[in-house]
């Protein structure tokens, strides 16, 4: 079954202790990305990437990080987290640059203290 | 820059009844893709269509129907006879050829009334 995969679901954690958010897909899809859901603001893209190693910033990317090591998995790296950063996160990946994002992760629910 | 506005925030309507969902862009370029996601109460996120800009065609699968004008740069999305299950938040998104960012409207909240 065609599946994109973030862990953990959910997570309440303190300022500044990193963190990490793990995505995987099973498509071999060239094309990962991540978004922040906030009420109000709709979706806004984090980071992509277009391939190994190939990464870029999207709309607001301050404060995190993002690595593409393998083909299948994304990480997204909150190194000092801040309340602000409180959250529901989706990762997406797709077939091709044009076509994205098509498949979602069920989201991860980040709460900052 | 790239913008996409919903100005509908939230709508209701009764079961069967048609309903239209909004969505106006703004780019400069000449090639770009215009997408509709669905984000039902569970919380996933569905993606329903891509277009291009190339594409004027207007899209029916099932009781959704979208329909595109570069003339008024829109992408309107049309429920025919709504049913419960489409009581969900839209989403319209955008992204230019050149460019592989995605942005996203505010989405409108669909509820359908039984």
């Known amino acids: 079954e065609a599946q994109v995969t973030q862990n953990p679901r959910y997570l309440i954690t303190v300022t500044g202790k990193k963190l990490t958010v793990t995505c995987s897909q099973n498509?071999?899809?060239?094309?990962m990305s991540w978004y922040r859901q906030d009420p109000g603001l709709g979706l806004r893209q984090i980071y992509y990437?277009?391939?190994?190693?190939?990464?870029d910033k999207g709309d607001v990317p301050e404060g995190y990080k993002v690595s593409r090591k393998e083909k299948r998995n994304f990480p997204l790296i909150l190194e000092s987290p801040s309340p602000n950063q409180t959250s529901l996160y989706f990762c997406?990946?797709?077939?091709?640059?044009?076509?994205?994002?098509?498949?979602f992760g069920d989201g991860t629910r980040l709460s900052i203290l | 820059a790239q913008k996409v506005t919903q100005a509908q925030t939230e709508i209701s309507v009764v079961e069967k009844e048609d309903v239209t969902l909004d969505c106006v862009y703004e780019?400069?370029?000449?090639?770009?893709?215009l997408f509709w996601y669905k984000q039902p109460p569970s919380g996933e996120l569905v993606f329903l269509i891509r277009?291009?800009?190339?594409?004027?065609q207007n899209e029916i699968s099932g009781r959704y129907s979208w329909n595109f004008q570069k003339s008024t740069s829109s992408f309107n999305f049309t429920i025919t006879a709504s049913q419960v299950v489409d009581s969900a938040v839209y989403f319209c998104?955008?992204?230019?050829?050149?460019?592989?960012?995605?942005?996203f409207g505010k989405g409108t909240r669909l509820h359908i009334l039984p």
């Open positions: 997406a990946s797709s077939s091709d640059r044009n076509n994205q994002p098509q498949h």
């Open positions: 498509m071999n899809h060239e094309y």
């Open positions: 990437s277009m391939n190994v190693e190939v990464t």
């Open positions: 780019t400069r370029d000449t090639t770009y893709y």
């Open positions: 277009r291009n800009s190339f594409d004027e």
């Open positions: 998104a955008l992204s230019e050829a050149w460019d592989d960012k995605i942005i």
